[in-house]
């Protein structure tokens, strides 16, 4: 694996335990004293979740663009599909935890930022790791009869 490709291994491992912690400090109840600016603002609660969510896909991606560089870019990568069914999943928890609230607005930002930025790692990934990681996938130089 490159340097590059390390590098961006150990963004993205490191931004899933941001996300994590952060998911564990809303659970127990800590968001609104560690973070009460978020609740004061109207929308920036649905803004955090979009850049959030859509930042660990579009992570997740360019992770796995890297690892295992697809030949086409698609609509919703496998990657992107497998972030969104986890971030499903932690969302509805909070229907049955005491200090979260479960909102089909939060969801909704969440899928959003999946979507969108995911989208963006998934063709910047592919794009990336066929360019510079396989020579056969490489654009024929200028002069280049193939």
Request: with cysteine; net charge neutral.
């Amino acid at each position: 694996m490159s340097s590059q490709g390390k590098q961006t291994c150990s963004l993205t491992a490191g931004y899933v335990l941001l996300v994590l912690a952060l998911i564990v400090v809303a659970d127990w109840g800590g968001g609104p004293r560690l973070f009460p600016w978020v609740y004061h603002r109207p929308g920036l609660d649905k803004l955090g979740h979009l850049v959030l969510m859509g930042t660990l896909a579009y992570l997740v991606n360019r992770t796995v663009g890297t690892l295992w560089p697809a030949r086409e870019p698609v609509w919703l990568s496998t990657a992107s599909w497998v972030v969104l069914v986890l971030v499903t999943l932690e969302e509805c928890s909070q229907i049955w935890l005491p200090y979260r609230t479960f909102e089909w607005s939060d969801l909704a930002a969440d899928y959003v930022g999946i979507v969108v930025l995911g989208g963006l790692g998934s063709r910047w990934g592919t794009s990336w790791t066929l360019s510079h990681h396989h020579p056969s996938m490489a654009h024929p130089q200028a002069g280049n009869p193939d």
